[in-house]
């Protein structure tokens, strides 16, 4: 019984391209306020952009960056270690980073509120995938598998 569950969970820890995938969306979550062009407050070039724009341009980029990174993190360590925790935490990074235009107030920077919306609503789905998929080679969490009790005579 054990060894069954361990290849099972050694087949499921060796096929998990959504692990790579929220690499590449950590990744792109990083550049995209370069590549989206909503950056330059951040750096100090948009100090006086108009409609007080800089600072919901700052906060925007800023919150890309860090949870960008963070998010490179989580997932370079799920791609390593099978533990739930991680998967946990992707999901709360994934409903913090769809929130973000709300909380941060830049909703009126469309490009970086769909951004946000976009890459956050895809990392939420993939960790839950990926929980899902976990309570099904674990059921019973994070502990071993259970131990057939001898018959009682």
């Not at 692990?19 to 950590?26: G, I, S």
Request: charged fraction near 10%; charge should be positive.
């Amino acid at each position: 019984m054990a060894n069954i569950s361990m290849q099972s969970a050694a087949r499921w820890r060796s096929n998990r391209p959504q692990d790579w995938a929220l690499v590449v969306l950590a990744i792109w979550l990083f550049i995209s306020p370069w590549v989206l062009r909503f950056a330059a407050a951040a750096v100090g070039t948009a100090q006086g952009a108009p409609g007080g724009y800089g600072a919901a341009i700052g906060h925007a980029s800023w919150d890309a960056w860090v949870l960008g990174i963070i998010l490179f993190l989580v997932a370079i360590s799920a791609v390593s270690r099978m533990r739930a925790s991680q998967e946990w935490i992707a999901l709360v990074l994934g409903i913090w980073i769809f929130i973000a235009p709300w909380a941060l107030g830049f909703t009126a920077l469309h490009r970086a509120s769909w951004d946000h919306w976009v890459v956050g609503i895809l990392v939420f789905l993939i960790a839950l995938a990926n929980l899902s998929m976990f309570r099904t080679v674990h059921p019973v969490g994070l502990g071993a598998p259970p131990t057939r009790q001898p018959p009682l005579t």
